[in-house]
């Protein structure tokens, strides 16, 4: 798996360390409900990073701090329990202050101990249905997340004062192909999209799962690196612990585009306003499709066609591309088409790029 992720690029993975159900993937010693104390028997989460940090793949701590099988959490006493809404405690935190303080306690005994014993580059903590009047505290536990990991990255689903990025699921894909999208959302702020693989939207294992084409994932990927955003692409294994040969397969496309293209993803940055319309000529038929995406290393400029068909047309005209739009000192002095490794013929006009 650590394989197959690298050569599609994947440069981090965040793992689910526990999730709503309560249930650890690791060795925890607040909470008998664990992988260790199964017929299994071992410590998933050690095993994921130490197989994906020997392929260079940072590690990320997915954890939940909504724990429905813990009874400071959810009461278990009908009688007193309120009405059940979403992932939110079903008791007033603020009129059963020592319950809920025992609670707190608990989750931030667990997220000491993944920081402590295994020292993840990103914790993504899922607070997604935590109202703000839900204080979770989690901000204290920064300062102990980076010294056991100084570049480690942080971030509270949507709310918490630790937002080191912010990180949005794939409803918020859908707003990518808008010209200004997330960047304008996110007001220039380190920002990913997270979004499952399969197209049901579901984050779990799902055997009868149907995937997006790797030309969609390919699509998502770049609109979302062009405004400047980290793409988290969601793909669950099954009971064995192995991804779907169908995912694979797809994957395995995916590979072969970032063989060719990954120096327009990796290390770049957007150029404003991200994507534009392009026309395309068969002289001298001329036809507009919808996007094309920009990014930036240096001095070298990418721009990204997925709308274009496999057969290249004999002139592609950029009308965004000139320097009274992106600047004076903008001057191209050499277009090339990545994977062939050779100049293409070209021209600057007043009415761009050519």
């Not at 278990?76 to 329990?81: E, M, N, Q, V």
């Not at 979302?224 to 692409?233: D, F």
Request: glycine fraction near 6%.
């Amino acid at each position: 798996m650590a394989r197959i992720a690298k050569r599609a690029g994947f440069k981090y993975v965040v793992f689910v360390t526990e999730h709503c159900d309560g249930f650890c993937n690791y060795n925890t010693s607040y909470s008998q409900y664990n992988s260790l104390n199964t017929p299994y028997g071992k410590d998933i989460f050690a095993m994921i990073s130490e197989a994906f940090r020997a392929e260079g793949i940072r590690i990320g701590a997915y954890y939940c701090p909504s724990l429905w099988n813990n009874p400071n959490y959810w009461i278990p006493d009908p009688l007193t329990a309120m009405p059940q809404q979403g992932c939110q405690p079903n008791y007033a935190p603020q009129n059963n202050l020592v319950q809920w303080k025992t609670y707190l306690k608990h989750i931030h005994n667990q997220i000491r101990e993944l920081a402590e014993n295994y020292k993840p580059d990103v914790f993504w903590i899922d607070c997604q249905n935590a109202p703000p009047a839900l204080d979770l505290q989690i901000e204290s536990l920064a300062p102990l997340a980076r010294r056991m990991n100084p570049d480690v990255m942080i971030t509270q689903r949507w709310v918490g004062l630790i937002q080191d990025f912010i990180t949005m699921d794939d409803q918020t894909v859908n707003m990518t192909r808008n010209i200004l999208g997330l960047a304008g959302m996110t007001a220039g702020a380190k920002f990913e999209v997270c979004t499952t693989m399969g197209t049901d939207g579901q984050w779990g294992y799902n055997p009868y799962a149907n995937y997006k084409s790797a030309r969609r994932i390919i699509l998502d990927l770049i609109s979302v690196v062009s405004k400047g955003g980290n793409y988290l692409l969601n793909l669950g294994p099954g009971p064995d612990g192995l991804w779907d040969e169908k995912a694979i397969e797809i994957l395995e496309t995916v590979s072969s585009w970032m063989e060719i293209n990954s120096d327009a993803i990796f290390g770049t940055q957007p150029v404003f306003p991200f994507q534009y319309s392009v026309t395309t000529s068969f002289l001298p038929t001329y036809q507009t499709f919808p996007d094309f995406f920009l990014t930036m290393k240096e001095k070298t400029m990418y721009v990204m066609m997925p709308s274009m068909d496999d057969v290249l047309p004999e002139w592609v005209i950029f009308p965004w591309l000139r320097p009274d739009l992106l600047g004076e000192d903008v001057n191209f002095t050499s277009v090339d088409l990545m994977g062939y490794g050779s100049n293409v013929e070209w021209r600057q006009t007043h009415g761009g790029l050519e």
